[in-house]
């Protein structure tokens, strides 16, 4: 019992300047405002354009770089699909179809404000593979940023899997 009590107290001493060490680390900085002071190439999320995500590639919102939109998506069950979804569309969530074009040669950052699928794919043909992910600004509403590496022409743009509507969506070349 007394070696118990000891080891006990070894491991109460031995984590104490851990826990202590812990409470005292600095916390992130609290944001001031959202989407204020945003850097470059995100200083227009905060003030997007109207757009409606279309239904099919007939009644395709148009997306366009270098700026931001609001785009308000329909329910998914009534979207017709350009890329096949992985899996069927959850219940209750939202979905649109976008047109953009490049001119350009490059990769390019399409940006969401919220958790949702963003498919690219040339005209007619495989959606292709991101080259990378990550968040956006601190202190912004980007909540996802995808990297597309794009020839110049023509592409769909499909958002799927939106919990909410309008979403922000924005697309910036890569610098």
């Given at each position: 019992?007394?070696?118990?009590?000891?080891?006990?107290a070894?491991?109460?001493?031995?984590?104490?300047?851990?826990?202590?060490?812990?409470?005292?680390?600095?916390?992130?900085?609290?944001?001031a405002?959202m989407?204020k002071?945003?850097?470059?190439p995100?200083?227009g999320?905060?003030a997007?354009?109207?757009?409606?995500?279309?239904g099919?590639?007939?009644?395709?919102?148009?997306?366009?770089?270098?700026?931001?939109?609001?785009?308000a998506?329909?329910a998914?069950?009534?979207v017709?699909?350009v890329?096949?979804?992985?899996?069927?569309?959850?219940?209750?969530?939202?979905?649109?179809?976008?047109?953009?074009?490049?001119d350009?040669?490059?990769?390019?950052?399409i940006?969401l404000?919220?958790?949702?699928?963003?498919d690219?794919?040339?005209?007619?043909?495989?959606?292709l593979?991101?080259?990378?992910?990550?968040?956006?600004?601190?202190?912004?509403?980007?909540h996802?940023?995808?990297?597309f590496?794009?020839?110049?022409?023509?592409y769909?743009v499909?958002?799927?899997?939106?919990?909410?509507?309008?979403?922000?969506v924005?697309?910036e070349p890569?610098?």
């Amino acid at each position: 019992m007394k070696l118990l009590e000891t080891s006990l107290a070894a491991v109460v001493l031995t984590c104490a300047p851990l826990a202590a060490h812990a409470q005292m680390a600095p916390a992130a900085p609290a944001c001031a405002a959202m989407d204020k002071d945003l850097p470059a190439p995100w200083t227009g999320w905060a003030a997007p354009n109207a757009q409606q995500g279309g239904g099919s590639l007939a009644t395709a919102g148009t997306l366009v770089v270098g700026h931001t939109y609001a785009a308000a998506l329909p329910a998914s069950a009534g979207v017709t699909y350009v890329v096949p979804l992985n899996k069927p569309a959850a219940p209750n969530t939202y979905a649109g179809v976008f047109t953009l074009t490049i001119d350009t040669a490059g990769t390019y950052s399409i940006a969401l404000s919220q958790g949702a699928w963003i498919d690219v794919a040339p005209a007619g043909a495989k959606p292709l593979s991101s080259v990378s992910h990550s968040h956006g600004p601190a202190c912004s509403t980007v909540h996802k940023v995808v990297d597309f590496a794009l020839q110049p022409g023509a592409y769909v743009v499909q958002i799927s899997g939106a919990q909410s509507t309008p979403i922000t969506v924005g697309v910036e070349p890569k610098s």
